[in-house]
């Protein structure tokens, strides 16, 4: 283990973690992007502005329970074995949570963490089932199954604030979880946001239409199209119970039923429908976010907590015409992050370090001061949140996305990022040959539309990117692929209770 850093008299920090499923920094108004003139995020943007924001944050495995398993270890996919949503999850691990708790923390979890089995390293966990449902979710905690009454935002908010007031040991620092279940599909917000964005037109991105002409088989293939994939009844909630007049969607129905919209004008209020749920329920994560401020305020907590605010991947909003995640592509590779901490982070800050979800669980442990065992594979992120960035700083990010075949039908693909150039390998099943290379240059073409791979002119940058993933496969232990590993069966009976 590193050594644990004692210089400091100062005393330990609590930590708030607050965090969501499928949040894309997109929609966050303090990352300037399409939705800013709709002030989307005004309780994030706080934490954004009174702190720093992180401007190339990313993550190692664009799926839910890999990155929550990734936060919990520092590690990726393939060393905490956790490299889909199907299997399980080795619960008896290293975690940072234990290391915090042994360091004299109190650790709490409240939410969604999408790891079947019972949580370690925590003093109190509560949370949710699989993906959890969005109306009086049930939970599961040490002494078993409970029921809450309303929407999951709120009620995740709830217990974190009567965690607060009423569990917090006042002689102890604590480490809090708070972790929504939204915006993850199927985008159901609380029935008191139905009427924002009424008759708002949301702008849309300028490859709604994408039709993949210069990308392989992968892009071509996928099932997250909003027009092909995206489904009326389950997804924009036409039809059936919604269509009657106490539900919160009637009026939507009784629109759909009189206008009938086809062909792109359907692809386009399909668009507008779905962006409209994700930004509403992005909008009661965020006031949820402002009452867990003002309790730490009020508590007088807030000058010693460090409140910080990511999710577990990026997602589309209707970029190259999609919707979900996995793919190695800016919008899913990204994540947000953003943290507050008076005194220690000065306000307005912005980092274009490249970041990544790796880094997360030494992060906590370096601010409680714990020692950082040495084989988490990321890097603290507490110099940079101070505005020193080490010299030494990592220059390239690997990523490695495995479920398939799966849900949406995303090729399993490894990549290289240096900032400027992405190089992407499909590989696999179901992919030609069995191995099909994109690359990209962010700096001319960040909503990559333009695969380089096949151009000539790009033979060394390609030559030099292959040798940068090849050093990154060493680095972090990644196994060699059999190909017996793509052709096992996925375990299909797991998949259903962990989904
Ligand atoms: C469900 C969703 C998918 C989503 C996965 C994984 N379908 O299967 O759209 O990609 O979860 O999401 S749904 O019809 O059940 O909503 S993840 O965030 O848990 O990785
Ligand atoms: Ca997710």
Redesign the pocket.
């Known amino acids: 283990m590193a050594k644990a850093d004692t210089s400091s008299a100062s005393p330990k920090p609590n930590i708030l973690w607050i965090f969501s499923?499928?949040h894309s920094y997109q929609t966050i108004g303090a990352y300037g992007k399409r939705f800013k003139s709709l002030n989307p995020s005004p309780n994030i943007d706080r934490i954004a502005n009174e702190g720093i924001r992180f401007d190339r944050a990313y993550v190692a495995n664009s799926?839910?329970?890999p990155s929550r398993a990734t936060l919990l270890t520092g590690k990726h996919s393939h060393l905490n074995g956790k490299i889909d949503?199907r299997g399980p999850f080795n619960h008896d691990q290293q975690q940072f949570q234990k290391i915090l708790q042994q360091h004299g923390y109190q650790t709490a979890m409240i939410g969604k963490i999408?790891l079947s089995g019972k949580m370690q390293g925590f003093d109190y966990w509560d949370v949710l089932p699989g993906?959890g449902r969005y109306n009086n979710p049930t939970f599961v905690s040490e002494k078993g199954n409970s029921q809450s009454e309303g929407h999951s935002s709120d009620v995740i908010t709830d217990k974190a604030l009567a965690w607060l007031k009423g569990q917090r040991q006042k002689n102890k620092p604590f480490m809090l979880m708070v972790h929504f279940k939204a915006p993850?599909?199927?985008w159901t917000p609380a029935k008191r946001f139905m009427e924002k964005y009424q008759d708002v037109t949301i702008p849309e991105p300028e490859n709604l239409f994408d039709d993949y002409a210069t990308r392989g088989t992968a892009a071509h293939e996928q099932t997250l199209n909003i027009e092909r994939s995206m489904r009326l009844a389950?997804d924009l909630k036409i039809g059936g119970r919604h269509s009657k007049p106490n539900s919160q969607f009637y009026s939507r129905n009784q629109w759909f039923e009189k206008n009938r919209p086809k062909g792109k004008e359907l692809v386009r209020w399909k668009y507008q429908t779905y962006l409209k749920d994700y930004l509403r329920c992005t909008w009661g994560v965020d006031e949820n976010i402002g009452r867990l401020l003002d309790a730490l305020k009020s508590q007088n907590l807030d000058d010693n907590t460090i409140v910080m605010y990511s999710s577990?991947q990026g997602f589309y909003m209707g970029e190259h015409g999609w919707f979900?995640k996995r793919f190695m592509y800016e919008e899913s590779f990204r994540t947000p992050l953003v943290a507050r901490w008076p005194g220690k982070i000065k306000p307005g800050s912005v980092n274009t370090d490249l970041v990544q979800n790796i880094d997360f669980a030494e992060t906590f442990l370096d601010l409680a001061g714990a020692p950082v065992p040495e084989d988490m594979q990321g890097k603290s992120l507490v110099p940079l949140l101070k505005g020193k960035t080490p010299d030494k700083w990592r220059k390239n990010l690997y990523y490695h996305y495995y479920e398939f075949p799966g849900?949406?039908s995303v090729r399993r693909h490894e990549g290289v990022f240096d900032g400027r150039w992405k190089l992407i390998r499909f590989y696999g099943p179901k992919v030609p040959n069995g191995e099909e290379w994109e690359l990209y240059n962010l700096d001319n073409d960040p909503s990559e539309m333009n695969n380089l791979a096949s151009n000539p002119e790009y033979a060394q940058t390609i030559k030099t990117m292959k040798q940068k993933l090849s050093s990154l496969r060493k680095q972090y232990k990644v196994p060699k692929e059999s190909k017996e590993d793509w052709e096992k069966k996925p375990q299909k009976k797991k998949a259903k209770a962990s989904?």
């Open positions: 499923d499928d799926i839910c329970a949503n999408h993906q993850h599909r199927n389950g577990d979900d849900a949406h989904q």
